[in-house]
């Protein structure tokens, strides 16, 4: 079992979660986050004195899946939340040791 | 009998000053209502444009609308002819030397409260408009919109009713605006919302309608409880004397006949929404307050309490039932403002023969249906002019955004909500 | 002589109206209150008690309640004998035929400017209710119980006093209504919170009171203050007539008692709130201001500035440990209504014989007494019975998602907390 | 006659209680406006000081500060001498007797209705410091400093004004307060600022300015109509009497010219805003609101109304340069009050002369200098003896975590922000 | 070292705490998330128009144990947060390479 | 690759963020979290009444780095989010089994 979580831009969160859906992925979690990086943050004015905005809002998704879905949740998270410009995102596989539904005590990929 | 005619004078001015006073704080009550119902990321500019609005509103009726509305003499019974900035005050002298019956022909009031009362109603017309057309048009065109509503458009139809026009001498009834004011505002809305479209996202593909509920219910409350409190104004002191016995007990049936159909107004709509929606919807509740307020402006005077509860209640119907059809063909309005100020506007001008025999019922659709028709026409020639000219709305990624970052670079709670402004 | 009266009777009616109007607005004040001090989850649902309970009582009173409390004349000194809607408004050649001395045993102000004023009471009343029983009490209920205590048991012990009934016969003294109306609002809670229990979380199984804070502070500090204003109405407008150098020196002294004695409340409470908690509580601090308030209101005439700065003193000292009481013996009111109205309310009423020596304590115990008991019977008899049929409690899962989404299917503030909505 | 004269003083007396409650209005208003421009984490405590320096202010000029600025006789035009409480209320039968022309010079109103309206004056300059030293001064000592400013230090520069001292018979011109007032609270609020010291984190050690936004612009804007419609009180009140047609259609003008000022205030300040910013602030466009209410304040009854848009504008103009230059010489004002009621306040002064040929430009800046350079002098002493006993700044971390827990122990948004009680 | 992450209903987390403080669990961090699985989320209506409650508030607790702690720690967690309903949530399990207590500078399970 | 993770003050995110900006980190990820540990939490009064706050807001940082770096990045954020108080915070290091920038599409130590 691998856990993919991925950073995106928050606007493409449904198109993400369509496309999981797609390839059978039955559940995820989402923070919001917020995310520093390349895409640079930039300056506002209030009341003429200016404040940083530094960390721009981002969500983060993990999906726990079954190795061997590992590639195609990547290619689908990749292309649902691709837009091109800088601060798209990116996304970490974690190997999981174990997992648990808390519901059935089910446990492994029967868990996802 | 001069200290009598000074006492007189003073009071009504007095009452008027205070009337208008209550009208003025409408403002805040149209602010706080949009404030309100439109989302976190578009509150900023909403109340930017209302605190504009009405300035603008004082500006313009100041250097020429209150002369094209109450013109010395007028050209004809359709247009009242051009002149700048307001006339002299009354001579003291002059009032006092009428004698008797002359009065109430004459000038019993300051005509400076005169002017104060009437520009509080102007502002009250362009507030309809701007929470229609919120959360997606610009700021400045909106503004240039509001300089020819409350400069010319709103002033000239008012001219034709209350002015001493061809719909008044005609016989149409709108005894404090139900037609003059609410339907003229929610007409220049209902022409602003076709110019500029929906919200995004507020109509799937599929046909279906999506919610996008209001940030503030509170304020919205709060902005209702505002209105109000400012009709017992708007309609009290639209009996424009109170100084004798039959005037006062005329002030008073105003009030409590306001605050009757308010009331007639939320009872109905919160029965309509739990029949129809399943649910209390307070925002319907809201609105049915107001539309009750809306029906018994063209007659606050003549109905019985009951009457005029009846009256309101029936507002209230109409407009939950209204927002629902609205939502159907797709004008979006995010506040209801279309539904409470113009169908239920209407409703009040129709109303008004079944209780003041004075009227009928042909003339109030007729009149009804000149403010109509000369509202939107005039507002459509000039939305689409401004649109032409500078565009009405901002870019999708702004909406995305929220006009608040792109229009005033100010967020309205940056502590509450999550920062919304970068993709 | 008749333009005298002409003028005597606008000017009084103008008084009435505007001190009705100030009122009115105390509906909005407790509005922002309640929703300021319940959580964010509950804050559409009491917004939506407060509108609908202010349109029930105008209804209900215009209706029946009116006439039961002031009626033509009584069947006898306890029952006032039942009648329904308006009567008619004052004739104006009836009202200036009076002469001299009669004038003040007439009718001196529009009938109607009374009505506005008494229903404008009433909501007051039943607005000290919905606080108390806020965050865990059903909507429709709650509702009904309105009808019952605007259309009924408030009219009845009101015109014990102010009717002409046996209180006012025995010398009872309440000049604004710190016993008719904020004892019997404080009555009536404390009966609907006895049987819908406390919220849950609020008592530990260890004995442990723990706090529920309120959502929006600023929305409660706002709500204080429009009550602050809408008590000068309150208790101003109670003087009845201003129209000459005595009544109008007395709704001088009014207003600048109410005042004193706020501000006493204010202080007295914060410096309470200071010594037993250890902190400036600001929540206790807009209690003391409207327990000032209640405890002036049973005689806002007679004291001087400084004796009416000290009753509102005693009156911030008195809620700040009735609070704190009433949590001890897990009576849960999360507004503070039943400390603020009732304890501050009794204070009042038994405070009016330091400066009214026409009033004497023992009377002033025995009125306490008679509303509160009459109110207090009547209120858990309508509250069982509106249980047993209907049930007064959402059920525990309803209360922890929070009232707001199953009552009204709406959330206050749904950008700015976490969606509660599901477990 | 007798019942003429009844008439007048009721009519009189019933103005001045209305403009009084209105201004008592303005302290819901300041409240509003400070805590929609105050970061989320120092809300209730700036609310909490909001309450008590109005009930503080109250309290103080009852006990010693009225008799001050009003003195029976004074020792001299600099020292009013000091004298407790207030005087006995106008007896009825004096007033009665007086006849024709001798009446404007005796009693026209009643005794505590001027009280209500000066008292709620005191207040209105009390609250415009606690603004300026939001968000770190502490709170009792800043309640300490508001006992000694409303009992002594305006009352006795208003004595020298309005009270009849030294600037009066200099010709010093102030109709409504914009000296005695507004720049009063102005300088009071700079020394405080100069000795609490800014922000932390306002001014970075490389010279650049952060902004430190405020948390809830629909309720600074709420603030803003509030203390707007209050404002008709405050000038229109400042005529004193309404009971004649010169007096009324002073009072008229009076309120024309307040609304004039203000809309010029807002659209100058949008426009100033957008040029100089290039953003159409919402707190600069609130902020240019007061500011026209400001500047008209000195002399709001002869400008014509264009006359009075103009004076307004200028001070939207101002303020919008006064926010952004302060700030550069490290003067932390976080609602820009010294800004719009010192800066505009002194524009005030100055544009008395351009409308009315009693003023002089010279006396006009002599005026101003005198209560700057007094109220500055004697509120620095008044902070340095009070820093000096009980400090006047909350500690570095309490700053941090918010003073609403360090002072007050409660938040006023507790499920909207994140929980900064802690590092 | 292991840090086992429990994704659970909110109105349990303390439940959930004193479950894990019960078998010497020192310490957790606990993030709020929204999830997404079998349980559905739910329409609302808003003046008459729908919208579509798609993500369920969730707590997610992360805790890091010495490895021989895991299967008290999920048998714990599963018991305080199970309703039996469907939605009750996951726990997942992953290896930690290092820990570092900063205060202190102290690593490996001396650390937690 | 390691995700290193790391909970510490709020108020120390700005000085930690720009002591891993001095290793030559280019970018990171963080959520706001409460934290529950040897620090406790304490008692509030509203209206006489208590309420406990048992957990402590704290900040979750998230870095993807190479595995090189690991001790640098350990150190730079020890050093910056160390107050010496009670409740500075942890740090723990996990494996990335696979890394991938969503924008370009490049994978392992290039994406991050
Ligand atoms: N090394 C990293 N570790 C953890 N998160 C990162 C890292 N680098 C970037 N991120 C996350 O990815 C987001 C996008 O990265 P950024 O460098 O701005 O653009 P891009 O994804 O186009 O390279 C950041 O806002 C941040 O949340
Ligand atoms: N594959 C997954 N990866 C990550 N989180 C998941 C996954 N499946 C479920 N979840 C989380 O667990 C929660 C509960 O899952 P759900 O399928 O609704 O019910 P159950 O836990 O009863 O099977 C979801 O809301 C989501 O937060
Ligand atoms: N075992 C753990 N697993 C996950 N997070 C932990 C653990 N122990 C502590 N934390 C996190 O670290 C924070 C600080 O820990 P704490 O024990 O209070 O102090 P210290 O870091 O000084 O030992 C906690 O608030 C919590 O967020």
């Known amino acids: 079992m691998r856990l993919v979580s991925a950073v995106i831009k928050p606007f493409r969160l449904d198109d993400v979660r369509d496309a999981l859906s797609a390839i059978g992925v039955k559940g995820m979690t989402v923070t919001e986050v917020k995310g520093f990086g390349r895409q640079k943050g930039h300056t506002e004015l209030y009341r003429g004195a200016e404040y940083a905005v530094d960390f721009l809002p981002k969500v983060k998704l993990e999906v726990a899946i079954s190795t061997d ?43 996802l | 009998m001069e200290e009598i005619l000074n006492l007189k004078y003073a009071l009504d001015t007095l009452y008027f000053l205070m009337m208008g006073a209550f009208v003025m704080w409408m403002a805040a009550g149209f602010s706080m209502l949009e404030a309100g119902l439109v989302r976190a990321k578009n509150t900023t500019e909403i109340l930017t444009k209302n605190v504009a609005l009405y300035s603008i509103a004082c500006i313009m009726y100041m250097l020429v609308g209150y002369n094209l509305m109450y013109p010395g003499d007028a050209v004809n019974s359709f247009w009242p002819g051009i002149s700048f900035l307001l006339g002299a005050e009354n001579d003291p002298a002059t009032v006092l030397s009428v004698t008797g019956d002359e009065w109430y022909s004459g000038s019993y009031y300051s005509g400076r409260s005169d002017f104060f009362f009437q520009v509080v109603f102007v502002a009250t017309a362009m507030s309809i408009v701007s929470g229609s057309v919120a959360e997606r048009m610009k700021l400045w065109p909106f503004l240039a919109f509001c300089v020819v509503l409350t400069g010319f458009i709103y002033p000239i139809q008012g001219f034709w009713k209350w002015g001493g026009g061809f719909l008044d001498a005609m016989g149409f009834s709108d005894f404090a605006g139900s037609g003059v004011v609410h339907l003229t505002g929610a007409t220049a809305a209902l022409a602003g919302v076709w110019l500029v479209g929906a919200r995004k996202g507020k109509y799937g593909k ?213 920062n919304p402004k970068t993709q």
């Not at chain 2, 639209?238 to 008073?252: C, G, Q």
């Not at chain 2, 029949?275 to 018994?296: C, E, H, K």
């Not at chain 2, 005077?301 to 009457?307: D, E, I, Q």
Request: hydrophobic share 50%; aromatic share 6%; with cysteine.
């Open chain 2, 206 to 418: 599929d046909g279906k309608i999506h919610a996008l509920p209001g940030a503030n219910l509170p304020l919205a409350t709060l902005g209702t409880f505002i209105l109000w409190l400012g009709w017992f104004g708007f309609n009290g002191g639209s009996e424009l004397v109170i100084s004798n016995v039959s005037e006062a007990n005329a002030v008073a049936a105003v009030f409590v006949n306001t605050n009757a159909a308010a009331v007639g107004g939320v009872i109905a709509a919160l029965l309509t929404a739990k029949v129809v929606l399943g649910r209390a919807d307070l925002t319907m509740v809201l609105n049915g307050a107001l539309a009750g307020l809306v029906s018994i402006t063209a007659e606050p005077l003549m109905p019985s309490p009951l009457t005029a509860t009846l009256i309101g209640a029936v507002g209230g119907v109409i407009v939950v039932l209204s927002v629902l059809a609205l939502d159907r063909i797709r004008i979006d309005d995010p506040v209801g403002a279309i539904s409470v100020h113009g169908v239920a506007g209407i409703w009040g001008l129709v109303a008004v023969p079944i209780t003041n025999s004075d009227a009928s019922l042909l003339t109030q659709l007729t009149g009804a249906g000149v403010i109509f028709l000369f509202v939107l026409v005039a507002s459509l020639i000039t939305w689409m002019v401004i649109k032409a000219l500078f565009g009405l709305r901002v870019s999708e990624e702004e909406e995305y955004r929220g006009v608040d970052v792109s229009e005033c670079g100010l967020e309205a709670y940056p502590e509450f909500t999550k």
């Open chain 1, 69 to 111: 879905l590992v590639d195609q949740a990547i290619e689908a998270i990749s292309s649902a939340a691709k837009t091109g410009k800088i601060g798209d995102g990116k996304i970490f596989v974690f190997d999981i040791d174990q997992a648990v539904r808390i519901r059935t005590g089910e446990t492994g990929t029967d868990a």
